[in-house]
C-alpha cells in the first residue's frame, strides 16, 4: 500500500521549454503533496506544499512563477518547471500523505530533469 | 522554523557490526521524526519514525531513541549487512504534523 507514481522518471529538454511533473498517490486519497529538489550528493530541500483545491505554499527562495503546482484532485499533483534553465537541472521528488492521523509521506520514484 | 542536524556524514562499518546515526533538531514543537533510507538514484523510504510520546521504538534490526530534553534522536542498527547500505536521512516536523525538515544525510557503507 501507499504507493507514489511519479513521471517522467528522466527528461531531457532545452533551454527555455516548459516541463511537466505529475505526482500520483494510486491506492490512497493524498491531501497534502510536497514537492523536493535535491542536489547530487545533499539533503532534500523542501520547495513547497501542494494541498488540494487551494494554492500551493512555497518555502521561502522558491519562485512561484517558475515552478507552478497544480494540485487539481485528491490523487495528483503536477510541479511545472517554466521555461527552464540549465540551473533548474535536478532531482525533484513529490511525495503525498494519506487523509488520517498521522500519515506519514511516501514518496516517489522522483524525475531527473537535466536542461541543456 | 526548525533546523535538524546530523552526524555523521559518513559511516564505514564491517558486516555485523553496529551502526549509530545521530540527529538533533532545534525546534521543541516537534513532535515527529521519521527516518528515511535512500539508495543511489531511487525515491527515500520510510524505515521507522518515532513520535514525542515515546522514548524508544524497535523494528527487528532497526531502533530509534528519543531524547526530548537533549533534542536529539537516534538511529540504531544492528547486525549490519551490505544491503543496508545506502543515504539515511532524519527529518522533524517542526511540530506542523506532516511538513518534515531533512537532516543533511548519512552515507552508510557495510563492507563484507
Known amino acids: 500500500g501507499a504507493v507514489v507514481s511519479q513521471h517522467p522518471s528522466w527528461v531531457i529538454c532545452k533551454s527555455g521549454t516548459s516541463v511537466k511533473i505529475e505526482c500520483r498517490s494510486l491506492d490512497f486519497q493524498a491531501t497534502t503533496m510536497f514537492w523536493y529538489r535535491q542536489f547530487p550528493k545533499q539533503s532534500l530541500m523542501l520547495m513547497a506544499t501542494s494541498n488540494e483545491g487551494s494554492k500551493a505554499t512555497y518555502e521561502q527562495g522558491v519562485e512561484k512563477d517558475k515552478f507552478l503546482i497544480n494540485h487539481a484532485s485528491l490523487t495528483l499533483s503536477t510541479l511545472t518547471v517554466t521555461s527552464a534553465h540549465p540551473e533548474d537541472s535536478s532531482f525533484y521528488i513529490c511525495s503525498a500523505v494519506g487523509t488520517g492521523l498521522n500519515q506519514p509521506q511516501h514518496f516517489g520514484d522522483g524525475t531527473r530533469l537535466s536542461i541543456l | 522554523g526548525e533546523n535538524v542536524e546530523q552526524h555523521p556524514s559518513t559511516l564505514s562499518v564491517q558486516e555485523g557490526d553496529s551502526a549509530v546515526i545521530k540527529c538533533t533538531y532545534s525546534d521543541s514543537a516537534s513532535n515527529y521524526f521519521p527516518w528515511y533510507k535512500q539508495e543511489l538514484g531511487k525515491r527515500p523510504q520510510l524505515i521507522i519514525d518515532?513520535?514525542?510520546?515515546?522514548g524508544e521504538k524497535k523494528d527487528q534490526r532497526i531502533a530509534v531513541t528519543l531524547n526530548k530534553t537533549a533534542k536529539h534522536f537516534s538511529l540504531h542498527i544492528t547486525e549490519t549487512q551490505p544491503e543496508d547500505s545506502a543515504v539515511y536521512f532524519c527529518?522533524?516536523?517542526?511540530?506542523?504534523?506532516?511538513?518534515?525538515?531533512f537532516g543533511t544525510g548519512t552515507r552508510l557503507l557495510v563492507s563484507p
Open positions: 518515532i513520535r514525542s510520546n515515546v
Open positions: 527529518a522533524a516536523n517542526g511540530g506542523g504534523f506532516q511538513k518534515l525538515v
